[in-house]
Structure formats: C-alpha cells, structure tokens
C-alpha cells in the first residue's frame, strides 16, 4: 500500500475517532463507562498494531458493545485513560505533522514554480542575446562582401585597361614589324631609300617607347583584420548581468533602531545581480534652511547584504537615507529617500517630584531629549518579599505628558521605569524608582517655602532659624513663595483616597500642620482662609496653647498631654481631615470638608524651631474610624 | 440572675429594650435600658455604660441622645442604668432632686440611711457588668463608660477607679470636682459623711491626680453656655490642670452656645461612639 494513503487513512481513524469521543462524553449512561472501555482497547490496537489491517475503521454499532464483551476481557480496561490521553497526545502530534508536511509541500510547489519561471525567462533572454549577436555577424559579413565585391570590380577594371594598352601596343608593334618587313622585301631600291629611314626612325622611336608590362593593381585584396570585439561583448555579455536597477528601500521597521543607530533594509529586484550596495544618510536637521551651506554631511557605508546597521548617530534624530547597488556592470540609480528616525534617548526620572499613596504613584520625569518625542512608556513590576524583581510588568503607554499616575496595589512594592517613544521606538528604559504603596509619600514643594525656612537635605526637616535674612532675601518676588507664614507645602499625590502622615515637632515649638489648597493665598496665614485648615500650637506665658484653624476659627478645646508626634490623617471620601496624638494615639481634631479641590500638606513655624514630617508610615486603624 | 423584659422596640436595625430585675446591691427592683445593635444578632459586642445625670431615668438617654444610629454603626451595645435605687422608702429620698431617688451619684453611701440601698457603685461597676454579660451577646473584656452631668462624674472616677477595666471614658459636662461643688458637697456629706477624705475616692479630680495605670483617652464635652458651667458645680479646669500636670491624655472641647440638655448631648453623641469605638473595636 502506498505510504500516503497509509498516512492518510490513519488520519481518517483520529479525526473520526475524536467525533466519537465527542458522542460518547454526550451521553452519561452508566454503560458510559464500559464503552469507553471497550473503545479505549480497539483504539490501543489500532495504534499498536502497525499494519494495514489496524488502519481499516470500523464503525461503531449503534448499540455499545456490552462491558463484558469478549473484547476488553483484556486488563487494557485499566489503562482506559493512559491510552486515551496517549492517543490524543498522538493524534496531536501527527496533526502537527501533516500540517507541517503540507506546509513543506506548498513551499517546494512554490520553489519549484520560482525556478521554471525563472528558467524560462533565461532561457528567451539567451535566445534573444543569440538572436542579436548572429544578426550581428551577418550583418559585418554583408558589409564585408559588398566591399570585397567593390575592390575585385575595380581591380579587374584596371587590368582590363592595361589589357587593352598592351593588345595596341602589339598591334602597333605588329604593324611596325609589318611595314619594317614590306619595306624590306620592296625592290625598289629608291622607293626603298625612301622608306627606309622613317621606318627606321619609327622603329626606334618604337623602341624608345616602354611599355608597362607591370600589374598596375596588386593581386592581394587589402583585408583589413575584422573587428569582432563588439560580438565578443555581445557573446560575453551573455554570461554578464545588466547593471542592477534602483533598490526599494523599506520603511523603518518597529523596533530596528536604538539610540545611535537605524537598522535599515532594502530589496532588489530579483533579476537583479549585485556585487555591494552604497547606503548614503544624513540627518535631517528641522531648523536648518534648505539653501544652509552648512548642510549636514552625508556619509556612506558600503555593503554587500540588503540591510545595514548604521551607527553613530544622533539620539531622537530623522535621517534621510538612500542606497544604490553595484556589480560588475554598473551602479543602479538611487532608490527613493526615506526617512527613519533614531529612538530617544531614556527620560530622567525626577525621583524628588515623585509621590505616591496606597492606591497610586505618580512618577514624573524629565524627557531627557531636547526635541520632542512621541510618547512615554512607563513600565512597573511589583517586587517581591525577597526584593527579587517578580516576572509580573504592566505598561502604561501613549503618555503624552512627563508625568503619569498610576494606580497601584497597597502595601507592595513595585520598581517603576519610563521609556520615550517615537517612531522608531521605546528608547532604553530610564533609571528604576521603587515605589512602595505603605502610606502616602511625598516630598516638600520647596519653591514654595518661606526664604527663612531651610530644609534638610533628605528634604523632610524644616528649620526656622533666628537670624535675621537680608531684605534681599524677603524682597524674593516668587509667587509661589510664602511671603508671611513661615510655611512650606508637601507635594500630595492628587487621588481622592485616604492619605496619612506624621509630624514630629518640639513641645516649645509653635507650629502650624494641616492642608492647604494648592493656591493658597500666600500672603495670609495657614488656617486664616478658607482655603487651608490646619493644627496650631501656641505657646502662652500659662498654658500650651492648640487651635485647629480653618477660615480664621477654631474650635475652643484644651489638651492636656503636648502631642510631639502629631498624626495628619486626610479623608478626601468621606471629607474628614484629623489630628492625632501619635504616642497616645489620641483622636485631637476632626475638620468636616469636602474638599473639592486638591489639597497639599503644608507646615508652617511661627517662632524659631524645626519639624520633620515622617512620611510613608502605614495610616494606624483608629486614624480613619 | 433573671431579667425581665419591658420593652422592646425596634431601633436603628436592632433593637432598644428596657429590662427589670432585682438588684442585690441595691436591695430593689432596677430597670435598665439596653441597645443591642443588628452586629449582636450574631456576634459578641463590646459594651458601653452610659450613666445618666440627674433626675434621670434610663429613659431619657435613650429617648432623647440619639446614640442608637451610631452604636448600630459601630456595633456596640450601650446599657443605660437608673440613676439611682428607687421605691426603697427611705425618709427623706424623694425631698430634693438632686439628692435621694434621681441622684445616686454613683458612690456606695456609708452613712444611714442610704448605705444599704445607695450603692450604685458597686451596681454600675461590678452587679450589672456580670449580669449584662450573663444575659446578652457582650464582649465581657472590652467594656466602656460614659456619661452627663453626674453620670460624667460616675463615669470618670469609674475609670480613674478601675485602671483598666474600662478600654474607653467619656463625658458630657462632667461633674469635673464634686469636692469643690454645690452639688457634690451635698451629695457626698449626705452618703459619705463629714469626713472628706473619703470623698476623694469619688472625686474624679483627686483620683486623676493618683492615677496609676494603663494610658487613659479621655473625651470630654462641655456646653460653654451651660449655666452649671457658670454656676461652678461642673469644675473642669480644675480636672484638666491635674490631667496635664499628670499627663492624663485629655480633649477637652468648649463647645459654644451649648447648654447643658441632651440637645447638647444629642450634638456630639456620634464623636463619643466614634471616641469608644476607636478603643472597643480595636
């Protein structure tokens, strides 16, 4: 038997085998499971018997075959489905098999018609080249014989002329000889005497007269050596390629170009035979007049593949490129031009204007390129307990801004990174910031701090010192600077969730902590408008001193313990902004606002003193009852 | 042991029931009102005590202090005593309202002839908690007190008496010194007698200053047009100067325009539940 057909009608089994166990998962008879075992033996058999008789499907009867038929007395019963799962994973594996065969098949049909047509097509051009080159030959051999017949015509021309002088030349000297002979035979000795002396005169004049018996044309036909080298050409052009025609260069390719360098492609026409390809490029430089005479340089790369990997350029640059292919014959006219563009190269996170809360983070970044680009991309991964970086990554793309809040899981920790893209691609990925979703964190808007506040370097202690600033340094006519309350705002993720943070402060510091809205006045007191609430201690000759301002007013209410550790809890849902006694855990303060506009924490000093704010501290239970 | 229902009406998902028994400690029949929260249909809840002020029965708080959408909220059940034994026809108890029947104090009297019945206590702090925990879904280790005027005072110097042993302590316009008041001195000299050393176990001021125990949270609420205020029978300064010499954590807010009704009482239940829920629920 033919071994297709072989394959093919095992085949046949699997597929109708798969129907049957469609059929029979269908029904749930408890005779089920004896039909499958039943069926589980025949398949075994049609599987581990490799004749031909194994490949003959039989059908099932419309009746099961009964559990105890003569068939699956065998102990196959028990490995129904080992053999069952065996056979799927076989069945599977010939699928694969056949469709891989017929791919192969296709590809060679393919192949094979590629290669007649091509024969074909060589086969007309020699003939057409062999056409040409003896068209040719008789043509030279046509031009050769008209002239030879010219040549021969003139020659016979002249020795005929010369013929005809020496047949005169003898019929003069004949009739000389005659009269010379008549004169001789006379026997009149007078007439004699009378005619002798002319004749003799005649005779000698005769004499005198030369007679060119020498071939007036030569014998040789003046051959010149045929020129045949143009045929030479001809026929050894046979064997020589044109010269190739232009390239088609691609479009820039996703992901085929990195910072400094383009990956570029481009194809030639099939007939086409090409020793090297010239790439030409140069940057296309936007602000840069057509008619500049500083136009940018264009520089070449040879080479003998149909791509090429041109480096050393400019990050987040266009760039004009062409090619042109050689061979022995000759160089192809130009392809087309066409522009790729390098990738940018990576943003700079700016990790002190980063801020995140339980719920999210947003990263914001410089472009770290001085022309546009595109997008971003901002990539995350969580990282694990051990500080492994897990394989779990999101990214968030098409960022047109250099910034993006990202919504995150509480209490992970996530290593966060940013790529630009263009065109040409995702640049490298900027350096890594961890983000950890315990608590809210934020650092200080220190363009927005009072010129006597100073900061530490770590950016969460705040310092009113006594001495005295210049007037210089009050006169600072920055809009965004707190011009009267010694105050500086917290950058607070803008999400309407729940934020916490902590303030230590000194008991004999007099201290303004709360919210203030982002545009609050700045040359009013923290707690003395409507657009900031806030805690303040104040120190009186008797007593501590603690209003919880908002508008001008405060509640009249006395605390016996200092708090030094003061607990800010801001409830954006519900509308609560709360203080705390940290070390007690003591509930000081409740504000009841809906704050319809973001709000930043601010931190204000009204005499000489320092407070750190203690940030990404997981809210405690009690602040949000 | 046994407790009888008066009444019980449906409240905020639960239920507000009032209950008799025969007290003990105070050798008459006492009612008290319990809230059980919808939570105590399937769970143990914490509890809080709310001693009332003077005149009071259980009915007034709960009819009048709205703490019933809160507690519901938060899952406690408030058990609300009498404010004092009532019906035990001593001479003399139904005189004055605030001395005798209405105004208990929350002391055990030692003089005749209140010392056998007066003793609310031992009623609010050791007779009711055990049978509260004998008969309803209670949480019997996180327990809390609270209360106005007189019951403010009960339940501090319950608290400031018992370290530990109440998780959480409010009140409303408390009796802050009843050494130094009207009221107390009243009071006091009637169920204690003349000599005021014994007073102070019951003077929430004198027992601040001796506090020794697990960190207090004191939440304390007072009316700044509260005529008792004014009239010195309420004292808080003098509490509050203890408090912070002692560095016994207290809010202390002076709320204007607020008297000393349960309209004022009704005005910041809710921070109160909140205040025992932080500690009860934690």
Not at chain 1, 488 to 513: C, N, Q, S
């Amino acid at each position: 038997m033919d071994l297709y057909e072989i394959r093919g009608g095992r085949l046949d089994v699997i597929a109708e085998e798969a129907e049957h166990q469609e059929l029979s998962r269908e029904s749930t008879t408890m005779a089920d499971g004896g039909a499958r075992a039943t069926r589980g033996v025949s398949t075994f058999q049609r599987f581990s018997v490799d004749t031909n008789e194994s490949l003959i499907f039989e059908p099932w009867g419309d009746s099961l075959p009964s559990p105890t038929g003569a068939q699956d007395g065998h102990d196959d019963v028990f490995k129904e489905g080992e053999t069952e799962s065996e056979i799927v994973t076989t069945r599977n594996r010939l699928q694969g098999k056949v469709a891989e065969m017929e791919n192969f098949a296709s590809h060679l049909e393919e192949i094979f018609l590629t290669v007649e047509e091509n024969f074909g097509r060589q086969e007309q051009h020699l003939e057409q080249h062999y056409n040409d080159v003896l068209q040719t030959l008789s043509q030279r051999y046509d031009d050769r014989a008209a002239g030879l017949e010219e040549e021969k015509k003139g020659k016979m021309e002249a020795l005929y002329k010369q013929l005809l002088a020496c047949g005169q030349a003898m019929d003069a000297s004949k009739e000389l000889i005659e009269t010379a002979q008549e004169v001789y035979r006379s026997q009149d000795k007078r007439l004699l005497l009378k005619a002798v002396m002319p004749t003799i005169k005649r005779i000698e004049e005769f004499a005198t007269e030369q007679v060119d018996l020498t071939l007036s044309t030569s014998l040789e036909f003046d051959t010149p050596l045929a020129d045949l080298s143009d045929v030479k050409t001809m026929m050894d052009s046979i064997n020589v390629v044109p010269a190739p025609s232009a390239p088609v260069i691609n479009p820039q390719m996703p992901n085929s170009a990195t910072q400094t360098s383009l990956r570029v492609c481009w194809s030639l026409f099939s007939d086409d035979t090409v020793e090297y390809y010239e790439l030409y490029y140069r940057p296309v430089l936007e602000d840069t007049p057509a008619d500049s005479t500083c136009a940018p340089h264009v520089s070449k790369v040879k080479v003998k593949e149909t791509h090429c990997a041109v480096t050393d350029l400019l990050p987040n640059a266009q760039y004009e490129l062409w090619v042109t292919a050689t061979n022995t014959t000759g160089i192809s006219p130009a392809s087309e031009k066409t522009l790729y563009m390098t990738v940018p190269s990576p943003p700079v996170i700016k990790q002190r204007e980063c801020t995140s809360c339980p719920e999210a983070a947003l990263i914001r970044w410089e472009s770290g390129n001085t022309n546009p680009v595109d997008s971003y991309t901002v990539e995350l991964s969580e990282m694990g307990t051990d500080g492994a970086e897990s394989g779990i990554a999101e990214s968030v793309v098409a960022v047109p801004t250099c910034q993006c809040l990202i919504q995150l899981q509480t209490g992970r920790r996530y290593l966060i990174s940013v790529r630009a893209v263009n065109i040409g691609g995702p640049s490298d990925r900027s350096d890594v910031i961890t983000v950890s979703t315990t608590g809210t964190f934020f650092y200080l808007l220190e363009d927005t701090a009072h010129p006597c506040l100073s900061i530490s370097e770590d950016g969460f202690t705040v310092f009113y010192g006594d001495e005295e600033l210049p007037i210089s340094a009050m006169a600072l006519d920055d809009n965004n600077t707190f011009t009267r309350c010694v105050a500086v705002l917290g950058d607070l993720i803008p999400v309407r969730g729940r934020h916490y943070w902590e303030v230590e402060v000194d008991d004999g510091t007099e201290f303004r902590i709360g919210v203030a809205s982002e545009d609050t006045e700045r040359n009013s007191y923290l707690g003395a408008n409507n657009t900031s609430w806030c805690m303040r201690h104040i120190l009186t000759p008797s007593r501590h001193k603690y209003e919880f301002l908002h508008n001008g007013w405060s509640p009249d209410l006395r605390i016996t313990v200092n708090p030094v550790r003061v607990g800010v809890a801001l409830d954006y849902e519900r509308g609560t902004l709360s203080f705390f006694n940290v070390d007690l855990e003591q509930h000081l303060h409740t504000f009841q606002c809906h704050f319809r506009n973001y709000v930043h924490p601010c931190f204000g000093l009204d005499n000489p003193g320092a407070l750190t704010v203690h940030n990404r501290i997981e809210a405690p239970e009690y602040s949000f009852i | 042991m046994a407790v009888t229902q008066v009444s019980s009406n449906k409240c905020s998902g639960g239920f507000q029931k009032v209950f008799e028994h025969d007290s003990t400690e105070l050798k008459c029949k006492m009612k008290f009102a319990v809230y059980l929260p919808p939570k105590a249909e399937t769970d143990k809840c914490p509890v809080m005590y709310w001693l009332s002020g003077l005149t009071c029965t259980e009915q007034n708080f709960i009819t009048k202090a709205g703490s019933q959408v809160p507690a519901a909220e938060h899952g406690i059940i408030i058990v609300a005593p009498d404010t004092s034994p009532r019906g035990c026809n001593i001479e003399g108890e139904d005189e004055n309202w605030d001395f005798g029947t209405g105004a208990g104090f929350y002391v055990d009297a030692t003089q005749d002839p209140w010392k056998t019945n007066y003793r609310m206590y031992a009623y609010v702090t050791e007779e009711l908690p055990k049978l509260i925990n004998a008969n309803f879904p209670t949480d019997p280790d996180k327990m809390s007190i609270s209360g106005h005027s007189m019951g403010g005072h009960g339940a501090l110097i319950c608290a400031l008496k018992n370290p530990g042993k109440y998780k959480a302590v409010s009140a409303f316009a408390p009796i802050c010194n009843p050494l130094q008041c009207p009221w107390g001195q009243k009071a006091f000299s009637g169920y204690l007698g003349s000599d005021r050393s014994t007073w102070e176990a019951y003077d929430a001021t004198a027992l601040a200053s001796s506090y020794s125990g697990p960190q207090l949270d004191i939440l304390i609420d007072q009316g700044r047009d509260d005529q008792f205020l004014s009239a010195s029978q309420l004292l808080p300064d003098n509490l509050i100067a203890v408090c912070s010499e002692k560095k016994i954590p207290v809010v202390f807010r002076l709320q204007p325009g607020y008297d000393h009704s349960f309209f004022f009482i009704y005005s910041f239940m809710n921070d109160h539940i909140k205040h025992h829920a932080k500690f009860l629920n934690a």
